[in-house]
């Protein structure tokens, strides 16, 4: 759960320096709504994988799998608020947000590999 809030934290930094430095012509307004809804979906996939890992990890898997259904079917409902409400350009708030997707879901896994290859 540390790295993801540290890799978020620098996110964070990156996404204000770009604003400050007026390099934000690729970042949406709303990008930041993006990062703190994938900061809360990080904590929590991270509490159910912390349930799914107790009792010896017999229903590590199952956990798991919920947690890949559950944030696919929440960022859906994320992107499908903020379309029907209207945005300004949605194109660059679905890019921005698969972006941030593809990005957490690498980490992940490389999280994920990194504890199973040492078990």
Same mark, same amino acid.
């Given at each position: 759960m540390l790295r993801t809030f540290i890799a978020t934290l620098l996110l964070g $930094?990156? *996404?204000f320096l770009a604003r400050y430095f007026h390099a934000d012509s $690729?970042?949406?307004p709303y990008i930041w709504y993006i990062l703190a809804f *994938? !900061?809360?979906l990080s904590f929590f996939q991270h509490q159910?994988?912390?349930v799914g890992l107790r009792n010896r990890r017999e229903k590590f898997v199952t956990f798991y799998m !919920?947690? $890949?259904a559950g944030? $696919?079917?929440l960022s859906l409902i994320f992107i499908g608020v903020f379309l029907y409400r209207g945005l300004t350009d949605s194109f660059l708030f679905v890019t921005n947000f *698969?972006?941030?997707y593809l990005f957490y879901t690498c980490f992940e896994i490389y999280g994920l590999y990194r504890n199973l290859r040492r078990d």
């Open positions: $930094i990156v *996404f $690729i970042l949406h *994938f !900061a809360g159910l994988m912390e !919920a947690t $890949i944030r $696919i079917v *698969f972006a941030l």
